[in-house]
């Protein structure tokens, strides 16, 4: 399972119908919502 960034909810990647990429990395969200919260600013969510 992967961890929604934006929210922190559990999203099985396999499944995953809202997912983004940054950085090389993919990332999976639980809604539209989330990825587009994450797609408007990346850096909030992802910690280097
Ligand atoms: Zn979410």
Known sequence: ???DVVCRM???EKNAKF???HKGTQ???CC??????F???PAR????
């Open 1 to 3: 399972m992967a961890v």
């Open 10 to 12: 559990s999203v099985d």
């Open 19 to 21: 997912r983004s990429e």
């Open 27 to 29: 990332y999976y969200f």
């Open 32 to 37: 539209a919502a989330c990825k587009k919260s």
């Open 39 to 41: 797609d408007a600013n």
């Open 45 to 48: 969510y992802v910690r280097n």
